[in-house]
């Protein structure tokens, strides 16, 4: 089974999240969404897209999105088979947190690695 197979998305919090939202979009030219980030489409060498995106986030310190972590960022990564990789991940003794959420983005679950910041594991809806 293929566990891992590339990034889904960075999120990471901010003292003043409009603020260093607004850094990134003047500086570095990220068109940050109102939502707070941008979802960054994939593409090939010749510049067409291949169908995926990584999504870049920048949250207020308060969000507890990343709990039970305290870190400050979470990296959500692609996954192929998310059902199989949850019960391989509970067989071998993992801190799966929470239950496995199935959306109209694709399902999601979330592991704590053992220095205990939350991991998010993402397997796109099909097609994507």
Not at 41 to 55: E, N, R, Y
Not at 59 to 68: G, I, N, R, V, Y
Not at 81 to 99: I, R, Y
Request: proline content about 5%.
């Amino acid at each position: 089974m293929k566990r891992v197979t590339g990034i889904g998305g960075i999120f990471f919090k901010a003292k003043d999240a409009p603020a260093l939202q607004a850094w990134y979009k003047r500086h570095l030219g990220i068109d940050v969404q109102e939502w707070g980030g941008t979802a960054f489409s994939w593409a090939d060498a010749d510049g067409k897209p291949t169908g995926g995106t990584t999504v870049w986030s920048v949250a207020p310190e308060e969000s507890d999105q990343f709990a039970p972590s305290a870190a400050s960022f979470m990296i959500n990564y692609r996954v192929d088979d998310l059902v199989a990789l949850v019960e391989a991940l509970h067989a071998e003794g993992c801190n799966v947190v929470g239950n496995t959420d199935d959306t109209e983005y694709g399902k999601f679950a979330w592991v704590i690695d053992p220095e205990g910041n939350k991991v998010e594991l993402w397997q796109p809806p099909a097609g994507e």
